[in-house]
């Protein structure tokens, strides 16, 4: 259980690389008031990072389109729009979702 | 007395509503850890960079390119990293009642999924800066907890199976897409179209070529498609923040 020295200050590099694009936006926000069109614009950006994350994660599968569209990933991921629409719940979509996931490959042998 | 009882109610809530992401943050931050331990990392590093940087995809970078030229793993993570200046720009007017401590401490743990989670949960304004901030530490605790776990076991465990705990963060995104289109008809129709070209340009440019920066990308082009397919929802004082 050791801390290398330079591995430290790697590590320090690289949170102070990231530090900065995460707080000067919400240190700012007293003084931001972009125009209409701007705001608008970052109102997309939620939905879109969520749906990005959320089919890349159901259709591809180690980085390619499956053969076959009989698959965990995409099918669970098809259980899981179904619950959130029927019950517009995180709690019952990600239990119905794991759920879904686990029988789904334990049954086709992933 | 009141102000004590009623803050530790948000602590409570904001951990609550965390539980989705932490479920996943633990299984992929086990993940994470033992990628860590075979990159030659010490559990002890594992956890100290999950600790000190706690985000996913540069942690996975760092593990690939520590031991080359600190530059490139500075400008790479730098750029993985970028997205966060959206999402922090995008949060800001939900934060503006909350004091420059509590903001900067809940943009230093903004994450994809705590971005996406407190946006869709929450129709305006953050409540409280203890919610967010209890909701964050619980991802980070998660996420923290499991890096450990994946650099001790590191390659004895070999692959667990996770009784599809590894499918929780999709199981959750289906649940805020939901959450996100929403509104009257005209907005629904705006965010489902963003929600395609995302998920188009996405999928797209990860089998061409998969690379971090791809989530940028997509997220920059579906965000002007959605302002320039719709332009009258880009108009006037009435827009809604998220």
């Known amino acids: ?110 | 007395m009141t102000e004590l009882i009623g803050g530790f109610r948000a602590v409570l809530a904001g951990a609550r509503a965390a539980v989705p992401v932490a479920i996943g943050y633990a299984g992929i931050g086990f993940a994470a850890g033992v990628v860590g331990a075979q990159a030659g990392l010490s559990p002890a590093e594992v956890t100290l960079l999950s600790l000190i940087l706690f985000a996913g995809s540069a942690q996975f970078v760092f593990a690939e390119l520590y031991v080359g030229a600190p530059i490139t793993l500075f400008v790479t993570v730098f750029l993985i990293n970028l997205r966060h200046l959206l999402y922090a720009t995008a949060f800001a007017p939900r934060v503006r009642g909350i004091g420059a401590p509590g903001r900067f401490w809940i943009g230093a743990q903004l994450t994809d999924e705590t971005f996406s989670l407190a946006t869709s949960l929450l129709p305006g304004a953050v409540p409280s800066a203890a919610w967010m901030i209890a909701l964050q530490m619980t991802a980070y605790l998660s996420w923290a907890g499991g890096n450990l776990a994946g650099a001790v076991t590191g390659g004895a465990a070999g692959t667990i199976g996770w009784l599809g705990v590894d499918f929780a963060l999709a199981a959750m995104f289906a649940a805020l897409l939901m959450l996100q289109v929403n509104g009257p008809a005209r907005q629904r129709l705006a965010m489902t179209a963003v929600a395609a070209i995302a998920a188009g340009t996405m999928v797209t440019l990860e089998l061409w070529h998969p690379h971090p920066l791809n989530l940028l990308v997509a997220t920059g082009v579906a965000a002007t498609a959605g302002v320039a397919l719709f332009p009258s929802l880009a108009r006037g004082p009435a827009e809604k923040p998220a």
Do not use: N
Not at chain 1, 1 to 26: A, D, K, N
Not at chain 1, 56 to 85: M, N, Q, W, Y
Not at chain 1, 93 to 107: D, E, H, N, R, S
């Open chain 1, 1 to 110: 259980m050791s801390v290398r020295p330079e591995v430290l200050l790697l590590i320090l590099g690289c949170m102070g690389v990231t530090i900065v694009p995460r707080v000067l936006p919400m240190l700012a926000a007293h003084r931001l008031r972009p125009p209409a069109v701007v705001v608008a614009w970052l109102g997309y950006v939620p939905t879109a990072v969520i749906s990005a994350l959320f089919f890349k994660e159901i259709l591809l599968v180690d980085g390619t389109l499956p053969g076959t569209p009989v698959e965990p990933h995409l099918l669970a991921g098809l259980a899981s729009l179904a619950v959130a629409f029927a019950t517009r719940s995180i709690g019952l979509t990600v239990i119905g979702g794991i759920a879904a996931y686990a029988v789904l490959k334990a049954w086709l042998g992933h």
